[in-house]
T-cell receptor, first 118, second 118 residues
Framework: DARVTQTPRDKVTEMGQEVTMRCQPILGHNTVFWYRQTMMQGLELLAY????????DSGMPKDRFSAEMPDATLATLKIQPSEPRDSAVYFC????????????????FGDGTRLSIL | AQKVTQAQTEISVVEKEDVTLDCVYETRDTTYYLFWYKQPPSGELVFLIRRNSFDEQNEISGRYSWNFQKSTSSFNFTITASQVVDSAVYFC???????????????FGTGTLLAVQP
């Protein structure tokens, strides 16, 4: 089965460092999502792209977070500078979205990046 | 506003018992989609089932079944003859149909931790 691939699986770094998380969506999926999971907030949508164009990044702290999709096979989420409160599991998901037959398609998630900021 | 409520924080059952996970949703849209995801201890999010708002037929798939009741805005999920491997956090999620293109955002409930004891 095709899978969403996220790297790294785990990341531990010190406060102030730049963190880059990468995601390879499933081939043929035209929408990519970034979610963050914490005990306090649960699963939150940070940003998403359709056909590589950013559609919504309202869930993302703009001053330190940035999300890009340089090509159809790679999405990145960067944090600079990182802070301890950014510690969470970050999930990438992809899906084939749109109207009609595609409108009810599920999002498929990667295994997540477990980020710890010391 | 859209919202998903999973009132059960934790459920503990003994193997082979049947267990039902509750989900109540709120939405103003007439077209929407409902999903269940499973998050085992290893951390990944696994898509289980989906339902369209315009299809109220309930189904059974192996040990899984779901009960979609539009009148009560509920989308409950049942596991029959539970097994230890079913131990996980289960998330219910809602996606509204939207206008001018599917909105695609998934709104997750807070999850129900299911512990199946041997």
């Amino acid at each position: 089965d095709a899978r969403v691939t996220q790297t790294p699986r785990d990341k531990v770094t010190e406060m102030g460092q730049e963190v880059t998380m990468r995601c390879q969506p499933i081939l043929g999926h035209n929408t990519v999502f970034w979610y963050r999971q914490t005990m306090m907030q649960g699963l939150e949508l940070l940003a998403y792209f359709r056909n590589r164009a950013p559609l919504d990044d309202s869930g993302m702290p703009k001053d330190r977070f940035s999300a890009e999709m340089p090509d159809a096979t790679l999405a990145t989420l960067k944090i600079q500078p990182s802070e301890p409160r950014d510690s969470a599991v970050y999930f990438c998901a992809s899906g084939r979205q749109g109207w009609g037959a595609y409108s009810n398609q599920p999002q498929h998630f990667g295994d997540g990046t477990r980020l710890s900021i010391l | 506003a859209q919202k998903v409520t999973q009132a059960q924080t934790e459920i503990s059952v003994v193997e082979k018992e049947d267990v039902t996970l509750d989900c109540v949703y709120e939405t103003r849209d007439t077209t929407y989609y409902l999903f269940w995801y499973k998050q085992p201890p290893s951390g990944e999010l696994v898509f289980l089932i989906r339902r369209n708002s315009f299809d109220e037929q309930n189904e059974i798939s192996g040990r899984y079944s779901w009960n979609f009741q539009k009148s009560t805005s509920s989308f409950n999920f049942t596991i029959t003859a539970s097994q230890v491997v079913d131990s996980a956090v289960y998330f219910c999620a809602l996606r509204e149909g939207g206008y001018g293109g599917a909105t695609n955002k998934l709104i997750f409930g807070t999850g129900t931790l299911l512990a199946v004891q041997p």
